[in-house]
């Protein structure tokens, strides 16, 4: 069977998952489709141990087919993050400006060294020889919050402003960050060459600040293309050139597209919108890209539960994969808390932040994808042929899986209560300036 028809099963089978889930469940949708796939590949393994069905080889075939890193990283995230750049109010980002570049890429790196040193060490406790520089791969490829988990997810909770404005415009540029901090340890891990501070400084230069100005002059291109038409179609027909075409010549010419998709998408959706699109693709530019958004996302949570069958487990891997949640957590507690000390010195916030965007740091199928670039023979454990690239990806998977099952199906609470908290404040605030108003009149009366 084709790639091509692989797909076109897989989208039935998410829509078919969504549809039930909307009928019957009620659970958030990308929730339902990764369970639902979860439960779809256990049925696949149990039923091919106990000899019923033969399927077991035949559905990894077919998951193996489709290349999951290709379809991720050089084909669907560019769509994800321009849809998600789209939907950004840059009003509200720029109130949180300093926070979401200190969250972005000072919590990025900090967890990423956290994760990396406490990988070591647990491994050195239990005996498991992996070098620090595989740790500290590990910490970056599984520190970025996953925009595609967390706009899916966390985005339609109704959090706070500030705090919504936090986690969505941290996990669209951290997302960026990190794979230009995951592409510079990867070329210290596995480059044969030896590579001098400066060139490692050049690479993350040219991937970061490349992609933020290839993204700004793509932006800008597509701003007067559009500008210069009033056809409804065309006018959208021009925004899925940001996406595929600019997408693809970034990645060619050597610059994050992950960061040039989502600086394009925020100038088109807060400029372009406004003065460049006529009245009719104005109303019906998010309803479009709503839909493309909910479309991939559907084929991509469900390829994250079916992406189990690729796996052979071994009793190590379970270990760190059962290891490996706490200490994400622990390090994504770790770098929240560090910006916010200096976040708590300008500004007040609610006392539900550190929490909330530490529960709500969802990892998707973006670590996946990039924990599969991890060349395979690299041997950790050679008499049981565990190599870097295995232990790599139980952990990876089962931080993303507890962290979509898990975390995002009981966040809601914690936000509940955090604007809880904003309405009580809200209230007092303007109770006190009423009873200023109030004697501020009585005080002229006099």
């Not at 000899?51 to 999951?68: C, P, R, Y």
Request: glycine content about 10%; proline content about 3%; aromatic content about 10%.
């Amino acid at each position: 069977m084709s790639v091509y028809y692989t797909l076109c099963f897989l989208s039935a089978a998410a829509m078919m998952i969504a549809f039930i889930n909307h009928k019957i469940g009620r659970m958030q949708t990308t929730i339902a489709i990764t369970a639902g796939a979860l439960i779809l590949s256990l049925g696949i393994v149990i039923a091919g141990q106990q000899g019923w069905f033969q399927l077991n080889q035949v559905a990894k075939q077919t998951i193996e087919s489709i290349n999951f890193n290709e379809f991720l990283l050089n084909g669907v995230l560019g769509f994800l993050l321009f849809a998600g750049g789209l939907g950004i109010r840059l009003p509200n980002m720029a109130d949180q400006k300093w926070e979401i570049t200190l969250l972005a890429l000072g919590a990025t790196i900090i967890s990423t060294v956290v994760i990396g040193l406490g990988l070591f060490g647990i491994c050195w406790l239990i005996g498991i020889p992996l070098n620090l520089i595989y740790c500290l791969l590990f910490g970056a490829l599984i520190s970025p919050t996953d925009p595609i988990a967390v706009l899916a997810i966390v985005k339609k909770m109704n959090a706070p402003k500030r705090i919504s404005s936090q986690i969505e415009g941290e996990s669209l540029f951290n997302d960026g960050f990190g794979l230009v901090i995951f592409v510079t340890l990867y070329t210290l891990a596995f480059s044969s060459e030896s590579l001098t501070v400066m060139h490692v400084a050049g690479i993350f230069l040219q991937e970061a600040i490349g992609g933020i100005v290839f993204g700004f002059l793509l932006g800008l291109i597509f701003h007067y293309l559009i500008s210069a038409t009033d056809d409804h179609s065309m006018e959208l027909l021009l925004t899925i050139g940001v996406p595929t075409a600019g997408y693809a010549l970034a990645n060619t010419i050597g610059v994050s597209g992950p960061l040039a998709m989502v600086v394009s998408g925020i100038m088109i959706g807060n400029w372009t919108r406004y003065v460049g699109f006529s009245k009719e693709s104005e109303q019906h530019l998010d309803h479009f890209w709503e839909l493309v958004d909910e479309f991939l996302n559907g084929v991509l949570f469900l390829l994250i539960g079916l992406t189990m069958l690729l796996f052979t487990f071994h009793a190590e891997d379970w270990i760190l994969m059962f290891l490996a949640i706490p200490l994400v957590l622990a390090a994504r507690w770790i770098s929240v808390r560090a910006t916010y000390v200096g976040f708590n010195r300008f500004r007040s916030y609610n006392p539900l932040s550190v929490p909330i965007l530490t529960w709500g740091g969802l990892r998707g199928g973006l670590a996946l994808a990039m924990a599969m670039t991890i060349p395979a023979g690299i041997m950790v454990i050679p008499d049981k042929h565990i190599d870097v690239r295995e232990i790599m990806l139980v952990m990876t998977y089962s931080v993303v899986v507890f962290s979509i099952l898990v975390q995002g199906s009981t966040i809601t609470p914690m936000i509940r209560k955090a604007n809880a908290i904003e309405a009580e404040r809200e209230a007092a605030l303007a109770e006190a300036q009423a009873n200023a108003q109030t004697a501020g009149e009585g005080k002229a009366s006099e």
